[in-house]
């Protein structure tokens, strides 16, 4: 019996942008295909990763299309379909249901700290889209906490089938579990990886498989599976880099990683700017480790 096609490593690829910053669809695709020879089990495209803030909305729907196409047989696209407007992120959805999607990943409102009716609210405009939604948890940005037992309310009601879980509290694993024992849990987060691989995750959704898809995607087979002789050795060495991901500038220190490994991070749109030369050197010489021990 195949896995949902949530489950597994879906990369929230970092998108590539040209010299006068419109968007690289060709290295796009490329990158697509380089995560799935990686050994990744999907994408998620227009992320936060992906800047999708600072796309035009042709550019957005472009960029889906760009990463089903390029996506081989059996590799699943799951895009962000965040909008301020619960009509808006239904119309995303619909979009990537046309453009071929197998789940979405959606975001709480963010325009301001909604309450729990409004939640339940938004969440149930985007399901009548008919994909399936993974809710994305993140207070620190949203500012909405999807907190155990508001989840459990959603998936009760049909309109979930997982989380992606962003708190950096792995506490909230167990009592998730316990509150909604049929929702699936995916990492957010990959500075927890090996937290929430043992305590029962059943995807990841990932930010520096971007730059090192394999060794990446090898620890997470290792943590879920309970192996952690092995595991815990190479958590060791990649949390230097891991841990960038759960950071504000996250995206340009991603990107930078990717520049070193050889792929094209490049530049970011504004208002994201260049890291500053200090911390850039701390990512650069962190980097510069993980890749000299062999890891790919």
Excluded at 192 to 202: D, K, Q, T, Y
Aim: hydrophobic letters at 40%.
């Amino acid at each position: 019996m195949n896995a949902p096609v949530w489950h597994g490593v879906h990369v929230a690829t970092a998108l590539p942008f040209n010299e006068d910053l419109s968007v690289d669809y060709d290295g796009y695709a490329e990158h697509v295909r380089f995560l799935a020879e990686g050994g990744c089990d999907g994408v998620c495209p227009n992320g936060s990763l992906g800047e999708y803030q600072t796309l035009t909305d042709d550019e957005r729907a472009r960029v889906v299309r760009t990463a089903i196409e390029a996506a081989p047989d059996g590799f699943h696209v799951m895009p962000g379909v965040a909008a301020y407007g619960a009509a808006e992120a239904r119309r995303w959805a619909e979009q990537a249901a046309e453009a071929g999607a197998a789940s979405v990943l959606l975001l709480p409102p963010n325009a301001y700290r909604a309450d729990r009716q409004a939640v339940v609210g938004h969440y149930r405009e985007v399901a009548r889209a008919g994909l399936p939604v993974v809710a994305y948890n993140n207070p620190l940005d949203t500012k909405v906490d999807l907190t155990p037992d508001l989840l459990a309310e959603l998936h009760q009601e049909g309109l979930i089938v997982a989380v992606k879980e962003f708190t950096g509290d792995v506490r909230r694993a167990y009592e998730l579990s316990e509150r909604a024992p049929g929702l699936d849990l995916l990492i957010g987060s990959d500075d927890v990886l090996l937290e929430l691989g043992i305590a029962g995750a059943v995807g990841w959704i990932a930010g520096y498989p971007n730059m090192i898809p394999r060794s990446t995607v090898e620890l997470y087979r290792l943590a879920t599976s309970g192996d952690l002789d092995k595991a815990l050795p190479v958590y060791r060495d990649l949390h230097p880099l891991l841990r960038w991901d759960s950071k504000t500038e996250f995206v340009q220190s991603i990107k930078l990683s990717m520049d070193l490994a050889g792929r094209k991070g490049g530049v970011c749109r504004p208002p994201r700017t260049a890291l500053p030369s200090e911390l850039a050197a701390r990512i650069t010489r962190d980097t510069r480790e993980v890749l000299a021990k062999g890891y790919r």
